[in-house]
């Protein structure tokens, strides 16, 4: 069984279409085991469970898949047990502090797009600061809380801070990733001025918390997806998170203006091919019209579209060689060129593995 029918039978959850995910789940040459690791490895599993919960659909199933999904979802419902109260703790720690964050991706991401925080895979705390002193308070802040930081700052604060995006932390609580960018490289100029001025307040669990504007979370997301295929493991959630996303903000969106703000940020190319993708991977290109057509207007990607069918780009690989095909590729996303960005993403090997551990 391929990847391309372990999503084809995924999409018809996807779109509700009921019908047809019966007849493929129960016909006798579907390989269950094969779409289960499917869907557990791209990180779907907990979604897929929750769309069949609602649909009345779970006793129609294939005993070894409904027990694998309920499984899934057991296991993220016991993270988010742990992690919300530990993310209630932090809001509080941090604002005693005078620390202001952006709560990203986890169980917001989830409430705001899916409808609930629970129909998500997440398994950790992402924060965004909004400049060196805001970072070295808050690391202050973390360890003073018996977070233990698992990234070394390679050369001081400043200099990873050009060359990485996060700083890793674990207790016996959750694991943190605190941000001060929401990806690096020397070409990117992201707009954090308006990353904050527009950003956005979310309830839950009778709490606000500032969270990202949906621009900021489908720049967030684009650039996810471009460090995913780099390690030739592009996951299928973030792909879900964007069409999630495009599901609340809708195609009267104005996606001339959102690609006018991507290119004064040297994100364009970027932002429309994986944009791009994730309409032709999800087979989804019919239901956002005005998006599509705005993405024809955007001619600087369309050199970057791969030349093969898009669904390949969901093979994983732990091959040397296709993770630098990978790399060169996406180094031409990039507006710095693709000599620049070899050059840059050999100088800032040491501080990724510094930091990343």
């Known amino acids: 069984m391929s990847d391309a029918s372990c999503l084809e039978t995924f999409l018809h959850a996807v779109k509700d279409e009921k019908p047809a995910l019966l007849e493929a789940v129960g016909d006798n040459s579907f390989d269950l085991n094969e779409f289960s690791t499917f869907v557990r490895k791209h990180a779907v599993a907990v979604y897929l469970y929750s769309v069949l919960k ?20 057991d296991e993220q419902a016991d993270k988010a047990q742990r992690l919300l109260p530990e993310i209630y703790r932090l809001r509080e720690l941090l604002a005693g502090g005078g620390l202001d964050v952006i709560f ?22 992402d924060l965004l600061v909004q400049d060196r002193a805001a970072l070295v308070r808050c690391d202050a802040a973390l360890r003073e809380a018996d977070y233990l930081r698992r990234s070394i700052p390679l050369f001081g604060h400043r200099a990873a801070m050009r060359f990485v995006y996060h700083y890793e932390y674990r207790s016996d609580r ?18 954090y001025e308006r990353v904050w ?21 489908i720049v967030l997301l684009a650039l996810s997806i471009l460090g995913d295929y780099q390690k030739a493991r592009v996951r299928l959630k973030f792909l879900l998170d964007l069409y999630m996303v495009l599901r609340v903000v809708g195609d009267d969106t104005d996606w001339d203006g959102f690609f006018d703000q991507r290119r004064r940020e040297d994100l364009l190319t970027i932002s429309a091919t ?23 207007r955007q001619a600087a990607f369309a050199e970057a579209r791969p030349a ?29 060129g693709v000599m620049r960005s070899a050059a840059w993403r050999l100088l800032a090997e040491p501080f990724n593995q510094a930091v990343f551990r």
């Open 197 to 217: 001025a527009n950003s956005q307040s979310e309830h839950l669990h009778g709490q606000d918390y500032r969270v990202l504007s949906p621009d900021y979370v």
């Open 308 to 336: 093969t069918d898009p669904t390949h780009l969901l093979k994983w690989s732990g091959k040397v060689g296709d993770k630098i095909r990978n790399h060169v590729w996406t180094f031409r996303l990039h507006e710095g």
């Open 104 to 125: 990203m991706k986890g169980p917001f991401l989830s409430n705001r797009f899916y409808g609930d925080p629970e129909r998500r895979s997440y398994g950790d705390i």
């Open 274 to 296: 994986v944009l791009d993708l994730t309409l032709s991977i999800l087979d989804c290109r019919h239901e956002y019209p005005r998006l599509a057509s705005a993405l024809e």
């Open 174 to 191: 959750a694991k943190i990733d605190l941000h001060w960018t929401l990806r690096s490289h020397f070409s990117y100029k992201i707009d």
């Open 54 to 73: 609602d649909g009345h659909l779970l006793s129609a199933l294939p005993t070894r898949l409904r027990t694998s999904l309920i499984a899934a979802s």
